[in-house]
Every structure is written in structure tokens, then in C-alpha cells.
């Protein structure tokens, strides 16, 4: 089942220019099977989605991204938005409250751009203590250059933290273009959290 993690609606992210019939059509023709709308910290009501999900006859679950002082974190499971939420720690304890899943989106984007040797700076990233609160780090992301997303996955691979993908959609251009395949299906944000959980799930480069 082929799932995009991470996408962004308007008017929910103020950054996006996507709206929400338009994401569904191109997510659909692209042969996606479900979409996480993962708005700047916002979580859209899991009741209003699944009645979303039906008029539209396509998955649609409820994440959030959270910028905090250590990056941008993917949440699941966490159904409302706390200021809270800008120390990891503390995301990291309300995530373990509502047993959900907390991914680290594009690891350092904007910091390394220009990079000459990726295994030095991934050797300093290493060391940084927000890897020992994530649960899996997105090593494909849409609009992520190919040396970033080359990063990543040299990231996740020295952790031993299994990857996952995104779009990063704020347009429509971004879909299809990067997601995450699971090996069962997925109905709903609690089996996408059990599925994150036992790692029966790869990224996908769909472009």
C-alpha cells in the first residue's frame, strides 16, 4: 500500500498552495493509495477526514509537522497542537502519551546544503541528541535535492533508523513524488502507527 506521509493543504498550512480536491485527483492519478496531511502545527479532526475519505473515496490521515529547535518533526497519533510541542522532549513525552510515532522530516535541510563530503557531515549529525527521541527519519522527500536525500539516507543507515518518504507537497507539481510502500494494509492513523512501529514499510523515489 503506497502511502505519501507528508503533505500540506490550504488554507491549514499557510505556506501551501494545495487544496484539498486538487491534492486528491493528482495523488489518485499517481497511483497513490492514501496521503497524511501533515499541516504547520495543525491536526485536522480524524472524524472530519473520514468523512473526507469516504466523499472522496481515498485515504486520508491526520499527522502533524511540528518545527521545533531540533527541526521539523512528523507526528501521528498526537490529535492536538501544543506550544508544548517546540522542545522535543516534550513532544517526544506527549507522543509516547498517545502511542504514536514521531519521524524527523528532511534531516538538516538548509543547513548543508553545499556540502563537499556527506559521510563527514553525516558523522557530526550523528552526534545530535534529537536522533535518540525520533522513531524513523524521512530519507525521501519530494522536494529534497538528490544530495539531500542521499544524506538522509546515509543518516538513517548509520543510526539503524529505517526510512521513510513524502512528498513535502505545497503544489501540485510536488505529486506524485516520494512516499512510503507498506507490506499490509492500512485503514486508519492507528494501523499506519502500528505499521511504522513494527518497520513493515520502505521509501519509495517515485519520480
Known amino acids: 500500500m503506497l502511502i505519501d506521509l507528508h503533505t500540506h493543504t490550504s488554507p491549514r498550512s499557510n505556506d501551501s498552495n494545495l487544496e484539498l480536491p486538487a491534492l486528491v485527483h493528482k495523488a489518485k ?27 472522496h473515496d481515498f485515504l486520508l490521515l491526520p499527522g502533524m509537522e511540528i518545527e521545533n529547535d531540533d527541526g521539523h518533526i512528523l507526528v501521528f497519533g498526537v490529535e492536538e497542537y501544543s506550544p508544548d510541542m517546540h ?46 527521541l525520533v522513531d524513523s527519519v524521512e530519507t525521501f522527500n519530494g522536494r529534497g535535492s538528490e544530495k539531500q536525500n542521499r544524506f538522509s539516507q546515509e543518516l538513517g543507515r548509520r543510526l539503524n533508523l529505517k526510512g521513510v518518504g513524502g512528498s513535502d507537497a505545497h503544489v501540485t507539481l510536488h505529486l506524485p513524488s516520494c512516499a512510503t510502500l507498506f507490506e499490509r494494509e492500512v485503514s486508519n492513523v492507528a494501523e499506519l502507527i502500528t505499521e511504522l512501529k513494527a518497520g513493515r514499510f520502505r521509501a519509495v523515489d517515485l519520480r
Open 29 to 55: 492519478r499517481g497511483g497513490l493509495d492514501g496521503v497524511c496531511l501533515t499541516e504547520h502545527d495543525y491536526c485536522w479532526d480524524k472524524n472530519e477526514l473520514a468523512r473526507l475519505s469516504q466523499k
Open 87 to 132: 522542545q522535543a522532549e516534550n513532544l517526544r513525552r506527549m507522543v509516547d502519551e498517545a502511542e504514536g510515532v514521531m519521524i524527523l522530516a528532511h534531516p538538516f535541510r538548509g543547513r548543508f546544503y553545499e556540502v563537499d563530503n556527506i559521510n563527514d557531515t553525516v558523522e557530526q549529525c550523528c552526534q545530535e541528541p534529537i536522533f535518540h
